[in-house]
Structure formats: structure tokens, C-alpha cells
């Protein structure tokens, strides 16, 4: 009678060991579910996660970029942000001199540049550029009460242009054939104050920037643009080399600005007349 009442008790501690062993088996498998659930929900909200992208910058080349109160704004800056929005990308701006962008792009301090960069074969060999968003030229400048009339008026005289850019290129051609002298410089405020001062004759720029610091200033202005703008290349955001994803997501972003009407409403905003 015992021995069967020792065994009853045996078989009872068998199941009750066994139901525990089961439930604690299907409480880590709920664990284990909930655990590979929010895994899952986080992996999803890391997908939707913006890339960011360092992009160079000049600060004082209006209206494409420059400061209003600390806030750098301008065409090239909105248009970048606006891109980024529709290609899921985050921005964080870089502010450089403009001879300073290329290099920084070769050596990959940064993803991408904008601020007027023209679109010229040898630049192409080094970085690579979105499609064209901005049809440019260069003008020449000179003070309202200059002699000068015409290029051919330049003989002898110095022209000054930014360094790195198609103003410079176009202004040593141009020295060259009027036996001029040319001055190179970091920036657009330094080379009016050149002219403005009599250290320099004729200014050569891209004909958006003088054309708006012109008619902002208005009565004002010291300047005025002689004979018809040269051609020069198309801008594009410039972007490094090796990074085609990178170029196929901004002409994405790019052509559904475009699309949409908003490239528009931006261009008008700058340079409506």
C-alpha cells in the first residue's frame, strides 16, 4: 500500500514538472515573438531613416547663397534643401571659398557642392554633377561713369575675377588679347570694392549675381554691364566621384521638383523680373 501511494506521488511530481517545463517553453516563445516584432518595427523605422549628406557652400554669392541674420538662404540653398526633401536626405551645410569646393569633393570631405558651379569638361574628370538646374553667362562691369564701352576698351587695364571660376578663365582670355593685367580674388564683395576704388577697371562675374546686386541696389548702384553676356557652362550640384547613387537620387528629387511646378516657384522667387 505504501509502496503504491510512493509511486502515485512520483507520477503526480512527473506532471506537474512537466506542465512547467511546457509553460515556461511558451512563455519564452512569446518573449522570443515580441522580441523579433519590435526588431522588425525597428528595422522598418530605420528604413525610413533620411541619409544624411554633407554639401559644400560659398556664404556671400547672391541670390544663390548667402547669410540673412546668421541663416544661410539663396536659390542654390533652397533648391538643395527642396531636392533633399524629395530624395529622403538630410543636409548639413559646409560653408567654404569657392577654390576650395573641388578639392574638398576629390578628397571626400564632403558629398556634394553647390554655389554656381558650372558644369566644364575638367571638372567632369574629377567629380561628378547632377543634371543641369540653371542656364548661366558671364558679364563684364565696369563704374557707371568708366570710359569703357566695349571689351576692346580694355587695353591695358586690369580686370579682376574670382578665383577658381569661369569669370577667371574668361578674364585671362580676354587679357590676353587686350594685353591686360588680371587680379584674382576670394570673393565677390572684395572685387566690386576693387572697382569701386579704382584698383581695377572691369569686373568679369556670372551675369545672375550682377545682374541681381544691380537692380538691388537700384539708383544706388556704381555699376553698370558692358555689351552682351558671354556664354558659359550650365550649373549643376556638384558631387564626388564614386557616388552614382548619390547623383541618381538628386536628379530624382531634382526632375520631381520640376514636375511639380515648385523649380518655378523658386526661380521666379530670385529672378523674376
Do not use: H
Not at 509553460?23 to 528604413?47: K, T, V
Request: one cysteine or more; charged letters at 30%.
Amino acid at each position: 500500500m505504501k509502496k503504491q501511494q510512493k509511486k502515485d506521488t512520483f507520477l503526480k511530481k512527473l506532471v506537474m514538472m512537466t506542465l512547467v517545463g511546457i509553460i515556461a517553453f511558451a512563455l519564452a516563445g512569446c518573449g522570443s515573438d515580441e522580441a523579433n516584432n519590435e526588431a522588425s518595427a525597428d528595422s522598418g523605422d530605420s528604413g525610413n531613416a533620411k541619409e544624411e549628406i554633407t554639401v559644400a557652400v560659398v556664404q556671400d554669392y547672391p541670390p544663390f547663397e548667402y547669410k540673412v541674420d546668421e541663416e544661410l538662404t539663396g536659390f542654390d540653398v533652397e533648391l538643395v534643401e527642396a531636392v533633399a526633401e524629395k530624395a529622403n536626405l538630410s543636409v548639413n551645410w559646409k560653408i567654404m571659398k569657392f577654390d576650395g569646393i573641388i578639392p574638398a569633393l576629390q578628397a571626400n570631405q564632403v558629398d556634394a557642392a553647390v554655389s554656381a558651379i558650372g558644369i566644364r569638361e575638367d571638372r567632369l574628370e574629377v567629380v561628378n554633377f547632377s543634371d543641369p538646374y540653371f542656364e548661366s553667362g558671364l558679364s563684364l562691369v565696369t563704374l557707371k561713369d568708366s570710359a569703357i564701352e566695349s571689351e576692346e576698351d580694355l587695353q591695358g587695364k586690369t580686370i579682376v575675377a574670382k578665383q577658381g571660376t569661369s569669370s577667371l578663365k574668361l578674364a585671362n582670355e580676354l587679357a590676353e588679347q587686350y594685353n591686360s593685367e588680371v587680379t584674382k580674388l576670394q570673393d565677390d564683395a572684395t572685387m566690386y570694392m576693387e572697382l569701386e576704388n579704382g584698383n581695377a577697371d572691369a569686373l568679369i562675374n556670372d551675369y545672375p549675381s550682377v545682374a541681381y546686386k544691380i537692380k538691388q541696389d537700384g539708383d544706388e548702384s556704381q555699376f553698370r554691364l558692358v555689351g552682351d553676356k558671354y556664354p558659359s557652362e550650365d550649373y549643376g550640384i556638384a558631387i564626388s566621384k564614386g557616388s552614382e547613387g548619390l547623383v541618381e537620387k538628386i536628379n530624382t528629387g531634382l526632375q520631381e521638383l520640376k514636375d511639380s511646378g515648385e523649380f518655378d516657384e523658386l526661380y521666379n522667387q530670385y529672378f523674376s523680373e
